[in-house]
């Protein structure tokens, strides 16, 4: 999710065995997100041009005249290990080619714009706690993770279309009775369990553009294994 839009990174397969993660751009004029989804796994053709202004981190940007569906998909097990075949870190200093700040707070990391060499990078997962809370006039998901080097990530924006509608589903599947606190105790129950233990379980985390404070914070593009509707099976309005 990016504001009212999306964004949409692909993979692109380089060699055998090999992708790296490329940006299409939406047609020039629309800024950086996409009015329309695509859901995760769905192959699509697109006539991809260098960005005119690459800015770092960013360097995955590329002019586009727009993407256009195909009927082929990658089931989940596939795509993670395309995934796991781009751009991965054992450390948080390998992720983007810079130094993460700060390691050792308690909130959220960033990086300054303008540095690093790529802004999307995977990370195996050892553990996750999920945080759900309220920002004016919305409910949101932040995630808390520990690699499987053993660092940890604090405050993550959880940005993953996917995760963002499941978190919506499950809000409204309880009552007036804090939602809220709800949520966040069924997610690190029965929905932690099963992304833990799934051997689908891996992340990519992103960075924002920093346009503001010219700081480029951490987010969670994408967790794996994606949301599932029995999850929610047996769960009880209030």
Known sequence: MM????????LEQVSSGSFRSVRPMPPRGHGYAWSESFKRGESVLARLTPALSIKPPHTEDHESDGLKKTDRTLDEAALVAAIKQ??????????????VQPLHSGGNCWIPAGQGNRSICGLALKNIY???YEDPGRIRLRAHVSSAGGQRLNGLPVVDCEWVAFLARLISGFGENDPVAQAQEFLNGRVRQCVLHSPALFARIGLARGIKDSKCWLMLDSL?????????DGLKKS
């Open 224 to 232: 794996f294994p994606q949301p599932k509707n029995f999850w929610l």
């Open 86 to 99: 781009a751009e991965v870190a054992i450390t948080l200093e390998e992720m983007f080619g810079c130094e």
């Open 3 to 10: 504001g009212p839009g999306y964004c949409v990174i692909g």
């Open 130 to 132: 999920f945080q759900v």
